[in-house]
């Protein structure tokens, strides 16, 4: 079971930046996939940004150079570095592990409890 906890959530203006983080309950290095996603208000759950074990990232169309998803496997930790920040990416943001257990062939999502992030005009 991995435990995840978020920090970093803010009321900024239009154009500011935050740094999300994400803290783990054991070594990354065991977690094949991290990744945010966010849920704005009345909209469904949005995948933001995805980073693998060999650092491998993608992002949404929407966060595509403004957003930057990095990782410190030494302190168990994943960050969302967000600037240019928009009133649409008002959401809650949340933390997702991704592990994959070759024993039982299966693989196990987690989530943290999310921080919200409002931007405003």
């Known amino acids: 079971q991995v435990q995840l906890a978020e920090s970093g959530g803010d009321l900024v203006q239009a154009g500011g930046s935050l740094r999300l983080s994400c803290a783990a309950s054991?070594?990354?290095?065991?977690?094949?996939?991290m990744g945010w996603y966010r849920r704005a208000p009345g909209k469904q759950r949005e995948l933001v940004a995805l980073?693998?074990?060999?650092?491998?990232?993608s992002y949404a169309d929407s966060v595509k150079g403004r957003f930057t998803i990095s990782r410190d496997n030494a302190k168990n930790t994943v960050y969302l570095q967000m600037n240019s920040l928009k009133p649409e990416d008002t959401a809650v943001y949340y933390c997702?592990?991704?592990?994959?257990?070759?024993?039982?062939?299966?693989?196990?999502?987690?989530w943290g409890q999310g921080t919200q992030v409002t931007v405003s005009s």
């Open positions: 980073i693998s074990s060999d650092g491998t990232t």
């Open positions: 997702n592990a991704k592990r994959y257990y070759s024993n039982f062939d299966t693989w196990s999502d987690y």
């Open positions: 054991e070594s990354m290095i065991s977690i094949n996939v």
